[in-house]
């Protein structure tokens, strides 16, 4: 991998994207309300996520927000936050939600999976690292240990946080089988400058590879066909 995200990428996926007939809902099929849980990477939040969020509302679907503003926490917390998340909406509807998650919050995605299979359909993953190395550019790596200073100060996060070390419940369960029940689907480009694309293959999961860039993922057509073919089959 050579470090170099794009946001030039991003932009020419959007482009694309918006030319695309799939943007505006054609040879799509239609949602029927049924929930769907947005998480985004490590750096982002929320407003990363607004075109998808969007997209999926036109199609039929109700999209939810994870309530992340910087992603950038301790994934143990986050993971605590997001289960409260879930269950709100899981009260609101009254019915299981796909989990969507982009790079880390692919990641943080399958822990809700693994750990909370009664309350979720599938989970689809976007340039996720899904294999205990977590194999990531380096740079990536260092950011995120360069903010655990901050964790710290937060309270409630072991020194440990992100590092093989690390014995927190997310650490633990994060890469656990999933259930049967629970439907995963992991969506890759060998282009990833990211994530290694090789640690976003599961071995029990339907891998589906597209082109493109990490960044560009989040508005990347080909993704957005094959999200639309996932949650019509689920």
């Known amino acids: 991998m050579s470090w170099s995200p794009s946001p030039s990428d991003y932009l020419l996926q959007f ?25 985004p990477g490590f750096l982002g939040g929320d407003w990363t996520l607004l075109v998808l969020a969007g997209w999926l509302n036109r199609l039929g679907y109700r999209s939810y927000f994870s309530g992340i503003n910087w992603n950038v926490d301790c994934p143990n917390r986050t993971g605590e936050r997001l289960r409260w998340r879930l269950d709100a909406i899981g009260k609101e509807t009254s019915e299981p939600v ?22 979720i359909q599938q989970v689809i993953t976007l340039g996720s690292p899904l294999t205990p190395e977590m194999r990531v550019h380096p740079l990536a790596s260092l950011a995120f240990q360069a903010l655990q200073p901050l964790r710290l100060l937060g309270g409630r996060t ?32 060998k282009q990833d400058e990211i994530v290694d694309w090789q640690s976003s ?3 029990t999961g339907d891998n589906r590879e597209v082109s493109g860039r990490h960044i560009g993922l989040i508005v990347n057509r080909e993704v957005y066909r094959i999200l639309a073919e996932r949650l019509a089959v689920v």
């Open 98 to 119: 796909t989990v969507i998650g982009h790079s880390l919050g692919g990641t943080l995605a399958r822990f809700l999976g693994a750990n909370f299979p009664d309350r």
């Open 201 to 203: 293959l599961d071995p």
């Open 158 to 189: 072991a020194a440990a946080c992100g590092s093989a070390q690390c014995s927190c419940h997310f650490a633990r369960t994060v890469f656990a089988p999933l259930p049967k029940a629970v439907h995963f689907t992991s969506i890759f480009t």
């Open 15 to 39: 482009c694309s994207l918006v030319r695309d007939p799939i943007y505006y809902g054609a040879e799509a099929p239609k949602g029927q309300g049924q929930p769907i849980l947005l998480i």
